[in-house]
Nanobody, 128 residues
Framework: QVQLVESGGGAVQAGGSLRLSCAASGRTIMSYAMAWFRQAPGKERNFVAAIRWNSGITYHADSVKGRFTISRDNAKNTVYLQMNSLRPEDTAVYYC?????????????????????WGQGTQVTVSS
């Protein structure tokens, strides 16, 4: 089992920045990749960014490219999401996710069904 705890959410004005953290504990050696998803009220949960735990290869949704950056600290078993130039449409609950096994096929990183463990979420609110 892997436990995930997110932190760093909050309220910010448009154009501002926030950094989310996701601390992983438990059998983290099982982890292949980590990701961030977000869900706005009344909408589906959408992919934001992902990172392969060992290689550091990253993937970002088109909507956040150039503004958000995912990174990880292997020693701390922590994944970060640096969010800059925030917009009101970035308002959502942000979830951290862990993929335990080697993926099959392409675009696995953007499917929430690819991930085995989820955090409880952290609210990000961007005002105009």
């Amino acid at each position: 089992q892997v436990q995930l705890v997110e932190s760093g959410g909050g309220a910010v004005q448009a154009g501002g920045s926030l950094r989310l953290s996701c601390a992983a504990s438990g059998r983290t050696i099982m982890s292949y990749a980590m990701a961030w998803f977000r869900q706005a009220p009344g909408k589906e949960r959408n992919f934001v960014a992902a990172i392969r735990w060992n290689s550091g290869i990253t993937y970002h949704a088109d909507s956040v490219k150039g503004r958000f950056t995912i990174s990880r600290d292997n020693a701390k078993n922590t994944v970060y999401l640096q969010m800059n130039s925030l917009r009101p449409e970035d308002t959502a609950v942000y979830y951290c996710a862990c993929k335990a096994n080697v993926p099959i096929g392409s675009s696995w990183y953007s499917r929430d069904s690819s991930y085995n463990y989820w955090g409880q979420g952290t609210q990000v609110t961007v005002s105009s």
